[in-house]
């Protein structure tokens, strides 16, 4: 029982655990009658299959949606600990009242676990994991400057592609965990931002995912071209710039500065382009191949790409009430 209710929780932490008592107060008052004045007057198979036939039907009718799913995953984990079913089937009250304290241990442990080691509130998740969301951003930006084929510092170890692989995933799955901690928000806590701007906000982060996945694989494509080493030069201080941003908003998401960062990303990008034209106007097709050349091309669409998805996440944190958020609240 404690392993059904604890599994729905830690699938679905945007569940706030008081959720849980009223339906487990019902399943155990429902269950109760089934035990005492029902279970017992059977007297065949028969007649339990259709009792547990009508028990299923009734608690997935009634708590279908997708908000109800600790009631219905409640109501059914209850029944059938309660009902004790075995070929030689006993009643005793002693049984029924033990198994039904029993859940006064049960949500102590859930409510211990729902609050440690961090705050279960919607709005501390929902920034908590943009902290989370932009450190992984942060290392991944450091691992634009790899060459898995060079014998220098450049060549990543082992540990460090296990934690590429792992900040990959975070960037992969944050985005839609973030969406459901935001659709969670109360509305009334929110003052002067609307549930509409948070889910702008997330898809935001979802496009920035996106983007970041998409630079990953451009540049492992492309990482056997050279094309000297201004353009190296200005890779590496694009990256740095943007390392440098990911860093300040996993420190504090609210810092995003839309026009700075507009200024600083557009200025790096331009000159990145004019040296990377520069270098393949030197080079003949021999020494690059236009395969490769298009590659490189299509490696800045990608550094364009991230850039602008940073910028708009920037801007539509400025109608983000973000002291509302980080607000304490008990």
């Known amino acids: 029982m404690t392993g059904s209710l604890g599994v729905t929780l830690a699938t679905n ?24 004045f029902v279970m017992p007057r059977l007297s065949s198979f028969t ?5 547990i036939f009508a028990v299923t039907f009734a608690i997935g009718y009634l708590f279908y949606k997708p908000q109800q799913i600790l009631g219905r995953v409640a109501g059914l984990a209850i029944f ?18 033990n198994t039904a304290l029993m859940f006064v241990l049960v949500f102590m442990i859930l409510a211990l676990a729902a609050y440690v080691p961090f705050s279960p509130q919607p709005e501390k998740a929902f920034v908590r994991l943009l902290r989370r969301f932009f450190r992984s951003c942060e290392y991944l930006v450091s691992t634009l400057g790899w060459d898995p084929d060079s014998d220098s510092a450049r060549r990543p170890t082992r540990l460090q592609r296990w934690r590429r692989s792992y900040h990959a995933g975070q960037i992969a ?41 998409e630079t990953l694989e451009a540049r492992a494509a492309v990482r056997s071209v050279s094309t000297g080493p201004e353009v190296q030069n200005e890779i590496d201080t694009w990256r740095t710039g943007l390392k440098e941003i990911f860093r300040r908003l996993s420190l504090d998401p ?34 690059i191949p236009a395969a490769k050349a298009e590659r490189a091309y299509g490696l800045l669409g990608t550094h364009r790409g991230l850039s602008e998805a940073v910028i708009a996440f920037a ?6 009430d973000w002291q509302r958020l980080r607000e304490a609240r008990f």
Do not use: C
């Open 13 to 36: 932490p945007q569940l706030p655990m008081r959720l849980a008592f009223k339906p487990v107060a019902l399943s155990i008052a429902f269950a109760s009658i089934l035990y005492i």
């Open 47 to 51: 007649e339990l299959g259709w009792l």
């Open 80 to 97: 059938f600990t309660m009902a004790g079913i075995s070929n030689a089937q006993s009643y005793s009250f002693l049984s029924l009242a």
């Open 173 to 213: 799955t944050l985005p839609q965990t973030i969406s459901l901690w935001g659709k969670s928000i109360d509305p009334k806590l929110l003052a002067g931002t609307t549930p509409e701007q948070l889910q702008a906000l997330a898809t935001d982060i979802q496009a920035l995912g996106y983007r970041m996945q």
């Open 254 to 287: 609210d810092a995003a500065d839309h026009a700075g960062f507009r200024a600083l990303l557009d200025a790096k990008l331009e000159r990145l382009e004019a040296h990377i034209e520069a270098a393949l106007n030197k080079a003949d097709t021999i020494s």
């Open 315 to 320: 801007k539509q944190t400025a109608v983000i």
